[in-house]
């Protein structure tokens, strides 16, 4: 499908530096420190694994910085369908298209087309991004403030809070936020059809995907605050900064008492996210959209306009081990594992700039 040519380049560029990390510069960073024992290194490692319950690590904010740019487009994609004659509900029907394209994509993900439905695990990042976008579109659609909006997410952080906390959890007793015995746990194991990523659990479950929502809902805030004509430039980049630490001091203070967790996807989580998120945002727009930095973004831009594109292909392509096979085998040069690991990286890039210069781009 062709692209628009109206896109905010830093979206694309922040986009694709996200997908970095998922699509080789994790296994980049960890073959390189494997080979040294620097310590400075082993922290930045450190970073790349999820925390094992409770905590953050900056591996724990690629897929919610993903959902937050999602809600970041919303607004802009909206307002471009409206200029084209669509009515609201038209674009109700087209999130409705999106989140489901994007549950049936997640599921070719985890396997559908092997058609083994016994072992097949519904739950998929894509889809809760299809899911929680849906709904923040909807809300969008339904409300005509800011203020109403803001009220949605205050909603559903709060009341999220109040469900994990305050209701007992059956067969256990009183709340809990302690794995397998939770809110969120039970009604997975309960009502989330397929086979659970973990026994007790799934991170991409249902009744989490309520608070993934209000992550969104906090892009599309951001989304309509950069669509703001009536502000200097000055003045958006600055309030996109102010926001971020808001969020980031709301998100630590809430944190004492609902501890930062991307398995249960938190309220404090949420906002955490969301502050960092904001950060980079605010940085990239800086730099690329008003300093006009635009060369030195084009090879994040190029995986960014695809992300979805190269997240679902390396489930059926193993770029990795084909890349090991050119840069290790017989005659190659011994190169830095770093480098070897980086090959998958270096031949999804090659292939998303064949899409780019073809024009080609995958709209759900």
Known sequence: MNASANRLRSLDALRGFDMLWIAGGGAMLQAWADSNDWA???????????????????????????????GVSLPLSFARRRAEGASDGALARHALRRGLTLVLLGLVYNGLLRFDLATLRCASVLGRIGLAWMFAAWIVLGTRSTRARVGWLAGILVGYWAALTLVPVPGFGAASLEPGTNLVDWFDQRFLPGRLYREVRDPEGLLATIPAIATALCGVLAGEWLQRRD????????????????????????????????????????????????????????????WKFERGAFVLEVIGANAITIYVLQSFLDFDALAKLLLTGRGALKLHPALVAGGGLA??????????????????
């Open 231 to 290: 502000l200097e430039p000055a003045r958006r980049t600055s309030g996109l900064a102010a926001a971020a630490l808001g969020c980031l001091a709301l998100g630590a203070l809430w944190a004492l008492v609902f501890p930062l967790n991307k398995n249960l996807w938190t309220s404090s989580f949420v906002l955490w996210c969301a502050g960092w998120s904001l950060l980079l945002l605010c940085v990239f727009h800086l730099v690329i959209d008003l």
């Open 40 to 70: 400075w290194l082993d922290a930045a490692r450190a970073q790349t694994d999820h925390a094992k319950w409770n905590g953050f690590t900056f591996w724990d904010l690629i897929f919610p910085l993903f959902l937050f740019l999602a």
């Open 347 to 364: 031949l999804k890039w090659t292939l998303l700039y064949a899409l780019w210069r073809a024009r080609i781009f995958l709209r759900v």
